[in-house]
């Protein structure tokens, strides 16, 4: 009986494999690649050029609570969430 039980250990050994390697190659990334741009997102600040998941460009112009008041042309701004933010082109530093 012990012979049948570490041959079905051993069949499930590369099913084991293969999920440890799903995990260390896509997830893992995955997952730190979210946790950054959460961060880079909750950082942003005032003057900060953005592009939002809709492809719009602009400048964060107030930050509110869940969202970002952005210009996107002169007289005309939009508030977006701020999970809408895809990335940042220009990060504004202190003192320009």
């Known amino acids: 009986?012990?012979?049948?039980?570490?041959?079905?250990i051993m069949n499930l050994l590369p099913i084991i494999l293969?999920?440890?390697?799903?995990?260390?190659m896509i997830i893992r990334p995955q997952q730190k690649?979210?946790?950054e741009h959460k961060k880079n997102v909750?950082?942003?600040k005032k003057n900060d050029e953005v592009v939002t998941i809709g492809g719009?460009?602009?400048t964060i112009v107030n930050i509110?609570?869940?969202t970002y008041i952005v210009r996107i042309d002169?007289?005309?701004k939009v508030e977006v969430d701020k999970l809408a933010i895809a990335r940042v082109k220009k990060v504004q530093v202190q003192g320009e």
């Open 64 to 66: 509110k609570e869940n």
């Open 74 to 76: 002169d007289n005309v």
């Open 18 to 24: 293969i999920f440890a390697i799903f995990y260390f």
């Open 1 to 8: 009986m012990g012979s049948g039980q570490a041959a079905g």
């Open 42 to 44: 909750t950082n942003l």
């Open 33 to 35: 690649k979210e946790a």
């Open 56 to 58: 719009l460009h602009g």
